[in-house]
């Protein structure tokens, strides 16, 4: 099979470990495939472990779908790598998969403020608003606001 | 080959090695401990001097009396959230809070954490001097929770109270200073649940060097973690020799490693529409597949929604259930009136609180107004809506006193009129007024604050609740009985609690957080019972069948979350006491790998596939991909292929006949059955005439379906009853028939509870009735005193009398704030300059006569001219119908010539010049100069001749608009009202062919609305000859 024209650029994301990278590609162009590739060579290269990982996605399907995906490929390199010290590190990545993040923009903000809700001041076991919610809130706060510059 | 469950071998072993020495051993809880009793003795035999303690309960065991005697109580968990908010706010108060953790007392989420750590630090055996500052990111954050958990120790201390982890620790040192009890007894204690440092320590002690660990179940692949005990002698995976799938599950997180699967269904694997359909399917299995219920065991990984699903589904089937973490305290009687009686407090007495508390039965008044018959449950809720309390404590008394009185008052006009069983009814409603009112007083008597930012103690509030639930709680069944007295008992203690006061609001608040989460109804599994246990405290039943739900991405093993006061990064550096977040995660992941490859007999696996709620998909959690390729023997198996494994997710249609819950279910099973079929229509007879009623509105004849009542002919004629008309019926009418024959034939109307809307104070009806009120008030007092209008001599006079109609008002509808109520009393006072500024100019043409003057209106507060009896307006020679009404304004504007005008204190939106009856909708004008005139000529002036009627839009809104309708084109109004009264003699009440006239309907949910019934109306009128008043009124312009 043929390289793709862009076989250069897929190549930098899995080598390029040290660099940070925006990859603009269209639907169906492998740039989920591309985002596992990369997050196994930083384990494979010790650069990372899975604790220290974080791989947000737009949505909560994509985020679950990618965890599965990054689960497979990691025992399968882990049963094909023949270098002992990557096997082992391949190895910890596996048993410690429960502690990489896959999950949404929204997940990834909400689970900082959970962690830091003094510095951020903020309930940690605050809910996020649905929209009717929120409605109903902003006229609440608004006439709680006003009723305070008149008094 | 080793029996796959090691936690009974080795118990067994021992209890037959030392059958009579005296045996004690540690488990998680004494339900765990006996069901492993249970399990011991059916399994392998019988059993004696073998007892099951926990560390707290041992603890307590052996220095409870030492404690009593000096007059120490053991506090909760929830108690100790209380002194930890103490402790917050008296810092506070006093200016010792530390900046990192300012305005932290006021984060309940915070304290909670907070609470958490100091419990936590404690079972952990660290004290305040190994807490070193520079172990934290923010040395600050350590000093003041070193400080914090200094205070909290010297406040128990002073308090003569103990927490748990004070006991453990008293415990010890009990033991550190006395000899052993009893050497020779053997002390066990299970290796498969974790322990905290102390914990572990006590259990050492009392077992000494001798201590024996009895050992689970092992899963290969995965090290014990730190916090559980670990056994010498481990269990080595070639000693396993499974014999079935169910025993494979020991290489859950090795299945790479795992034997081949022998294919026996031993373990299943299912998925489901929703977590209601996965529980739904294990019912569906264990019915298909006539399991003995008593033999099963639903291990969840969460509590919610599963418990409530569990016990709704089950209670729905008469299929009894035990749960070992009981059910929500909310789930009885008494603990859901509790909630509302709080909140009705918290949310400044809100009526709708009480409402409910009445008409959800939670009341039981017998043992305060015993020899008084009050009203029913709903009757007492309608009662205290009608009297539009709204909210606030004061409002009670005022407003069903008031609402008494209106009683009483409709009474003696009914009286006077001589209609005695009437009034005998509403004295009737009075008395059960009067009788509410005596519940709420006593009701009321148990609070003491006046409003929610009173302040007050946690004990007042808790002794409230206390005397709530003992005095006036309706108590229904066995566990409505516990769970009230178990209340009565948790606030009870909490009325101990430290009692720094704080606003009503905030204790409410922080109660109902308290009393909300609690449970009752815990449970061992029983004969004749399903057993539910969550999987951390399950899988000890030795039930033959299991099912563990929940098995989603989402909810197991859980979100990897840091303690958000304590991060792992600190925890580490406070050495290995506390736990990480990872290591609580390869916990659970531990856990259920215990459960599962300790089972015996079979076992189901399970997942919710899709979040009904929010319409999305869900994933299944990393186990379920190795169960499947465990029992599929596909080691490289993907989660692709799961999904293909498992094939269809279970949902609300049954696969199988014999699987089916209920008839409900049966139905649905029938697939290729014809809904429209015989037998669907002969066993659901409302799913017949539902049928029969589309077909009809379907159509193109109106039908009895549309709102033609042929049955009703001549029934509801104005031309023969002696019922009299008013002009706003029959404009509704015209607007849509089927609307008017729900609210004024059936007298259907929606319920309007005075709710607290923080934008609006008067609705617009409220605030029509006050300036129409206002203007007629003004215009007598000018009229008496033979002055006209004038701006400058009379705004003040109007402003006056508008603001006394303003204060009356105030006291019947309480205005939802200050801000709110100044705006609307802005705009009403515009609205009487922009009334006046208009009648300046107007007076100076025409003379104004008389204001508000009503016909045939039999009670009400009236400020203006009154007339009993109705108008009889002839139609023609022979027939006449009769009027009721009440005319805004009279003015005389020449010899015996006048005007009659109408107030719109709205916008004036839909009224125009040009027209006369505008589709029949509006017939006011034309109505009530005939009524005027002969009103009029019967009384003042024998020759009055109505010239002009029109509306008035005195609002800022109305813009001071005047409306002209000239009252030259009376042929064509009884030409209308002909067609009207055919409408009614036909019986003949379809919905509205206008689309835009369902836009604030109340009744829509009943006729579908614009695209439904309006649409049948507009096909209608074209084809069927009985729609032709109808279609004749659409045409008066």
Redesign the interface.
Known sequence: MPKPNDQTYRDMIVQELDASMLVEAGAGSGKTTSLVDRMLALIGAGKCTVDKMAAVTFTRKAAAELKGRFQIALEDIFRQETDEEKKARYQTALSELNLLFTGTIHSFCARLLRERPVEARIDPDFEELEEEENAILRDQCWAEYTEGLVC | MLNMNQTIQDLWKICEAYRFRDKLLFVPSYSIGHQLGEDLARKMGSWINLRMTTVAGFAQELVGTDLSKEGIRLIDSHEILLIIEEILEKDAASDRMGV??E??KD????I??LANTINELRMAGLGPEDIEPKSFLVPQ?AQEIVSLLDTYEAFLSETGRIDRAGLIIKAIQTLQDSKPSNPERIVMVLSDFPLMAIEKNLIRMVGGEDLQIVRHSRPVGLDVPTRFFKADKKVKEEDIEPKADIQLLSWLNAPQNAPLPFGDGTVTLFHALGESNEVREVFRRILSRGLTTDDVEILVTKTDPYVSLIHEIASSLDIPITFSAGIPITYTRPGRALMLYFKWQAENFASQYLQRLFSGGYLDLNGILSDEDGPSPGKAAAIIRDAGIGWGRKRYADRLEALEKQYLSKADVRRENGEEEKAQWEEKKAAQTRWVLRVVDHLLSSISQETPEETVTLEQVCRGAVTFLDKFCRVAGEMDAVARNRLMEVLSELAQSPGIAGTAGDKLKRMIEITSGMSIGHSNPKPGHTHVSHYCSGGYSGRSHTFVLGLD?AKF?G????D??I?DSERTKLGPALPLS?QL??EN?YVISKVLCSLEGDVSMSYSCRDLLEE????PS?IL?SAYRLINGDR?G??RDLRQFLGQPAGFVPIKNESCLNDTEWWLFQKDLNYGSDSVLTSYGHLGEGEQAEAGRESDLLTEYDGWLESFKGALDPLKSNRAMSCSRLEELAKCPFAFFIHHVLGIEPLEDLEKD??RWLDPLQRGTLLHDVFCFFMTELKSKNELPDFQKHVGLIERIGMEEVEKWKKTVPP?????F?REVEDIRLTLEIFLRNEVRRCSTVTPEWFELSFGISWGDQCGEVFKEPVEIPLNERQSFKLSGRIDRIDRVGDHTYEVWDYKTGGSFGFKEEGYLNQGRHLQHALYAIATEILLRKTYDEKAQVVRSGYFFPSPKGEGQRIVKIQSRREELFTAMGDFFELFRTGIFPATYDKGGCRFCDYVKVCGGEEVAVKHTVRKMRQDEKMAPLRRLKDYA
């Not at chain 2, 984060?107 to 915070?110: A, D, L, V």
């Not at chain 2, 939802?816 to 709110?820: A, G, Q, R």
Request: aromatic content about 10%; overall charge negative.
């Open positions: 990192y953790f305005g932290a984060i309940p989420g915070i909670r954490c954050k991405q093993p979100a990897l979350l840091q958000p006061l991060l990872g995660l390869d992941l999305r998909e869900l994933f990393s991909l490289e993907n989660y923080p934008g939802p704030s200050e801000l709110t100044d």
